[in-house]
């Protein structure tokens, strides 16, 4: 059974940091995509980023442009952890933090698709100004 845990939610005022941690069980995060996403009471689900490292010698990454040059996503294969960095905070940025997993479906230079069928409970994010 895969089970996704996030952790690292919490509050911070604006220009703030905090990590996201998700940890997987059931399921090999190295060789499958994971992503982040967030959703915002009465909003669509958006995609935060999302990685996938099939090889260890290629990795392929996305963003959403809000967060380009403010969050980082990455993975600890041997934890078998995802997590999103998240620096230079906004106040737009609170919402819930949902980890999911899946599987890519267009991996290349520049561009990364991936469909998702496992979500964890999520992580709420608050920053304030």
């Known amino acids: 059974q895969v089970q996704l845990v996030e952790s690292g939610g919490g509050s911070v005022q604006t220009g703030g940091s905090l990590r996201l941690s998700c940890a997987a069980s059931?399921?090999?995060?190295?060789?499958?995509?994971m992503g982040w996403f967030r959703q915002a009471p009465g909003k669509e689900r958006e995609g935060v980023a999302r990685?996938?490292?099939?090889?260890?010698?290629?990795?392929?990454?996305y963003y959403v442009d809000s967060v380009k040059g403010r969050f980082t996503i990455s993975q600890a294969g041997a934890k078998n952890t995802v997590y999103l960095q998240m620096n230079s905070l906004k106040p737009e940025d609170t919402t819930m933090y949902y980890c999911?997993?899946?599987?890519?479906?267009?991996?290349?230079?520049?561009?990364?698709?991936?469909?998702?069928?496992?979500w964890g409970q999520g992580t709420q994010v608050t920053v304030s100004s």
């Open positions: 999911a997993a899946g599987r890519a479906v267009v991996a290349a230079p520049g561009s990364l698709s991936c469909t998702f069928d496992y």
């Open positions: 990685i996938y490292t099939p090889t260890a010698l290629a990795r392929y990454t």
């Open positions: 059931g399921y090999t995060v190295s060789s499958n995509c």
